[in-house]
Protein backbone atom coordinates (compact mmCIF):
# COMPACT_ATOMS: atom_id res chain seq x y z
CA UNK A 1 0.00 0.00 0.00
CA UNK A 2 1.46 3.34 -0.88
CA UNK A 3 1.94 5.40 1.85
CA UNK A 4 3.14 8.78 0.26
CA UNK A 5 0.79 9.59 -2.80
CA UNK A 6 1.53 11.59 -5.85
CA UNK A 7 -1.90 11.45 -8.19
CA UNK A 8 -0.70 13.53 -10.61
CA UNK A 9 2.20 12.45 -12.64
CA UNK A 10 2.90 15.82 -14.63
CA UNK A 11 1.97 19.02 -14.19
CA UNK A 12 2.88 22.16 -17.21
CA UNK A 13 3.20 26.00 -16.11
CA UNK A 14 3.80 29.39 -18.16
CA UNK A 15 6.83 30.66 -16.83
CA UNK A 16 6.42 33.90 -14.47
CA UNK A 17 3.43 32.02 -12.63
CA UNK A 18 3.10 29.11 -9.21
CA UNK A 19 3.54 26.12 -9.46
CA UNK A 20 1.77 24.11 -7.12
CA UNK A 21 2.88 20.35 -6.83
CA UNK A 22 0.97 18.73 -3.93
CA UNK A 23 1.46 15.48 -1.81
CA UNK A 24 -0.59 12.86 0.40
CA UNK A 25 0.50 10.60 2.90
CA UNK A 26 -1.15 7.43 4.74
CA UNK A 27 1.44 7.41 7.50
CA UNK A 28 0.11 9.17 10.98
CA UNK A 29 3.83 8.50 12.01
CA UNK A 30 5.53 10.42 9.75
CA UNK A 31 6.93 13.90 11.15
CA UNK A 32 9.58 14.69 8.54
CA UNK A 33 8.50 15.31 4.96
CA UNK A 34 11.10 16.47 2.25
CA UNK A 35 10.86 17.21 -1.71
CA UNK A 36 13.71 16.32 -4.08
CA UNK A 37 13.95 17.81 -7.30
CA UNK A 38 15.22 15.19 -10.14
CA UNK A 39 16.73 16.34 -13.86
CA UNK A 40 17.48 13.29 -16.66
CA UNK A 41 20.60 11.71 -16.05
CA UNK A 42 20.96 12.95 -12.44
CA UNK A 43 20.52 11.94 -9.32
CA UNK A 44 17.70 13.51 -6.99
CA UNK A 45 18.51 16.17 -5.44
CA UNK A 46 17.04 17.71 -1.87
CA UNK A 47 15.44 20.92 -2.28
CA UNK A 48 13.42 21.88 0.83
CA UNK A 49 12.06 20.34 3.96
CA UNK A 50 9.41 20.77 6.71
CA UNK A 51 9.02 19.03 10.37
CA UNK A 52 5.79 18.21 11.59
CA UNK A 53 6.06 21.09 14.07
CA UNK A 54 5.49 23.70 11.29
CA UNK A 55 3.29 23.69 8.63
CA UNK A 56 5.09 26.67 6.56
CA UNK A 57 9.12 26.72 5.69
CA UNK A 58 10.05 28.82 2.66
CA UNK A 59 13.53 29.23 1.01
CA UNK A 60 13.55 31.51 -1.53
CA UNK A 61 10.92 30.85 -4.63
CA UNK A 62 10.18 27.58 -3.09
CA UNK A 63 7.36 27.32 -0.16
CA UNK A 64 6.18 23.84 1.63
CA UNK A 65 2.69 23.95 3.21
CA UNK A 66 1.97 20.93 6.13
CA UNK A 67 -1.65 19.95 6.91
CA UNK A 68 -0.85 17.33 9.55
CA UNK A 69 -5.29 17.09 10.02
CA UNK A 70 -5.36 16.48 5.83
CA UNK A 71 -2.00 14.18 5.90
CA UNK A 72 -1.35 16.62 3.07
CA UNK A 73 1.65 18.78 1.57
CA UNK A 74 2.13 21.10 -0.66
CA UNK A 75 5.44 22.71 -3.01
CA UNK A 76 4.59 26.36 -3.97
CA UNK A 77 7.39 27.47 -6.61
CA UNK A 78 6.53 31.28 -7.11
CA UNK A 79 7.74 32.53 -10.02
CA UNK A 80 8.38 29.01 -11.72
CA UNK A 81 11.16 29.21 -14.09
CA UNK A 82 12.09 26.95 -17.32
CA UNK A 83 14.98 25.80 -15.39
CA UNK A 84 12.66 24.51 -12.75
CA UNK A 85 11.51 21.98 -15.71
CA UNK A 86 12.33 18.16 -13.51
CA UNK A 87 10.60 15.37 -11.65
CA UNK A 88 9.45 16.54 -8.20
CA UNK A 89 9.55 13.40 -5.86
CA UNK A 90 7.92 14.20 -2.33
CA UNK A 91 9.16 11.77 0.85
CA UNK A 92 8.34 11.15 4.36
CA UNK A 93 10.03 9.38 7.42
CA UNK A 94 9.45 8.51 10.98
CA UNK A 95 12.06 9.69 13.43
CA UNK A 96 11.20 7.11 15.60
CA UNK A 97 10.48 3.72 14.06
CA UNK A 98 11.65 3.90 10.65
CA UNK A 99 14.89 6.19 11.88
CA UNK A 100 14.50 8.67 9.33
CA UNK A 101 14.54 6.41 6.43
CA UNK A 102 12.28 7.71 3.40
CA UNK A 103 9.38 6.84 1.67
CA UNK A 104 8.81 8.32 -2.03
CA UNK A 105 6.18 9.17 -3.79
CA UNK A 106 6.46 8.70 -7.73
CA UNK A 107 7.05 12.09 -8.69
CA UNK A 108 5.59 15.00 -10.78
CA UNK A 109 6.99 15.57 -13.82
CA UNK A 110 6.84 19.70 -13.94
CA UNK A 111 6.81 21.80 -17.45
CA UNK A 112 7.83 25.13 -17.00
CA UNK A 113 6.63 26.67 -20.62
CA UNK A 114 9.01 29.74 -21.73
CA UNK B 1 34.98 15.72 -7.30
CA UNK B 2 31.30 14.78 -7.10
CA UNK B 3 30.80 13.46 -2.79
CA UNK B 4 28.72 10.69 -4.11
CA UNK B 5 29.77 8.66 -7.17
CA UNK B 6 28.58 5.33 -8.93
CA UNK B 7 30.40 2.76 -11.21
CA UNK B 8 29.23 1.94 -14.14
CA UNK B 9 27.45 4.42 -14.99
CA UNK B 10 25.62 2.54 -17.96
CA UNK B 11 25.06 -1.37 -17.88
CA UNK B 12 23.93 -3.70 -20.55
CA UNK B 13 24.38 -7.50 -19.54
CA UNK B 14 22.20 -10.99 -20.02
CA UNK B 15 19.50 -13.10 -18.38
CA UNK B 16 21.35 -14.81 -15.70
CA UNK B 17 24.48 -13.10 -15.40
CA UNK B 18 25.72 -11.58 -11.95
CA UNK B 19 26.06 -7.99 -11.89
CA UNK B 20 27.93 -5.40 -9.03
CA UNK B 21 27.08 -1.72 -8.37
CA UNK B 22 29.23 0.24 -6.79
CA UNK B 23 29.06 3.16 -4.72
CA UNK B 24 31.30 5.67 -3.27
CA UNK B 25 31.48 8.71 -0.44
CA UNK B 26 33.66 11.42 0.90
CA UNK B 27 30.82 12.54 2.54
CA UNK B 28 31.71 11.02 5.69
CA UNK B 29 28.37 9.69 6.69
CA UNK B 30 27.49 6.13 8.25
CA UNK B 31 24.38 5.65 6.63
CA UNK B 32 23.84 4.79 2.79
CA UNK B 33 20.71 2.97 0.85
CA UNK B 34 20.32 1.52 -2.22
CA UNK B 35 17.27 2.27 -4.29
CA UNK B 36 15.53 1.46 -7.99
CA UNK B 37 13.87 4.08 -9.69
CA UNK B 38 11.07 2.36 -12.53
CA UNK B 39 8.72 4.55 -14.80
CA UNK B 40 5.73 6.00 -12.65
CA UNK B 41 7.28 3.56 -9.60
CA UNK B 42 9.10 6.67 -7.74
CA UNK B 43 12.34 5.23 -5.71
CA UNK B 44 11.87 2.26 -4.05
CA UNK B 45 14.22 1.30 -1.17
CA UNK B 46 16.32 -1.95 -1.94
CA UNK B 47 18.69 -2.12 0.88
CA UNK B 48 20.49 0.17 3.72
CA UNK B 49 23.26 0.24 5.62
CA UNK B 50 22.99 2.59 9.11
CA UNK B 51 26.83 1.48 9.81
CA UNK B 52 29.50 -0.80 8.65
CA UNK B 53 28.14 -3.72 10.65
CA UNK B 54 24.82 -3.39 10.15
CA UNK B 55 22.90 -4.19 6.84
CA UNK B 56 18.70 -4.30 6.67
CA UNK B 57 16.69 -4.87 3.66
CA UNK B 58 14.24 -2.55 2.15
CA UNK B 59 11.15 -3.12 0.22
CA UNK B 60 12.21 -4.32 -2.55
CA UNK B 61 15.63 -6.87 -1.33
CA UNK B 62 14.20 -10.30 -3.42
CA UNK B 63 17.10 -10.56 -5.78
CA UNK B 64 19.82 -8.23 -4.07
CA UNK B 65 22.33 -8.47 -1.78
CA UNK B 66 25.03 -5.96 -0.50
CA UNK B 67 28.07 -5.37 0.34
CA UNK B 68 29.20 -2.55 2.84
CA UNK B 69 33.14 -3.21 2.34
CA UNK B 70 33.91 0.20 4.41
CA UNK B 71 32.04 3.68 5.78
CA UNK B 72 32.81 4.71 2.18
CA UNK B 73 31.38 1.77 -0.09
CA UNK B 74 28.48 -0.15 -0.40
CA UNK B 75 27.96 -2.33 -3.37
CA UNK B 76 25.25 -3.19 -4.75
CA UNK B 77 24.87 -7.75 -6.34
CA UNK B 78 22.20 -9.01 -8.74
CA UNK B 79 23.48 -12.68 -8.54
CA UNK B 80 21.24 -13.64 -11.09
CA UNK B 81 20.28 -10.79 -13.51
CA UNK B 82 16.81 -10.94 -15.18
CA UNK B 83 15.22 -8.57 -17.29
CA UNK B 84 12.88 -7.11 -14.50
CA UNK B 85 15.83 -5.74 -12.89
CA UNK B 86 16.08 -3.21 -15.33
CA UNK B 87 16.11 -0.26 -14.24
CA UNK B 88 17.66 2.95 -12.87
CA UNK B 89 19.77 2.17 -9.30
CA UNK B 90 20.76 5.14 -7.15
CA UNK B 91 23.00 5.42 -4.24
CA UNK B 92 22.57 7.44 -1.24
CA UNK B 93 24.14 8.58 1.64
CA UNK B 94 22.49 10.21 4.99
CA UNK B 95 24.41 12.14 8.15
CA UNK B 96 23.63 9.91 11.48
CA UNK B 97 21.05 10.99 14.51
CA UNK B 98 19.74 13.31 12.21
CA UNK B 99 16.07 14.32 10.37
CA UNK B 100 18.47 15.13 7.45
CA UNK B 101 18.56 14.84 3.79
CA UNK B 102 19.95 12.08 1.76
CA UNK B 103 22.82 12.73 -0.55
CA UNK B 104 22.12 10.64 -4.17
CA UNK B 105 24.95 9.36 -6.87
CA UNK B 106 24.15 10.41 -10.09
CA UNK B 107 22.42 6.88 -11.19
CA UNK B 108 23.30 3.26 -13.03
CA UNK B 109 21.34 2.55 -15.71
CA UNK B 110 21.27 -0.92 -15.83
CA UNK B 111 19.54 -3.16 -19.06
CA UNK B 112 19.25 -6.41 -18.66
CA UNK B 113 18.55 -8.67 -21.96
Known amino acids: DQQVKQNSPSLSVQEGRISILNCDYT??????FLWYKKYPAEGPTFLISISSIKDKNEDGRFTVFLNKSAKHLSLHIVPSQPGDSAVYFC?????????????FGKGTLLTVNP | DADVTQTPRNRITKTGKRIMLECSQTKGHDRMYWYRQDPGLGLRLIYY???????NKGEISDGYSVSRQAQAKFSLSLESAIPNQTALYFCATQPTGAADTQYFGPGTRLTVL
Open chain 1, 27 to 32: NSMFDY
Open chain 1, 91 to 103: AASDSGGSNYKLT
Open chain 2, 49 to 55: SFDVKDI
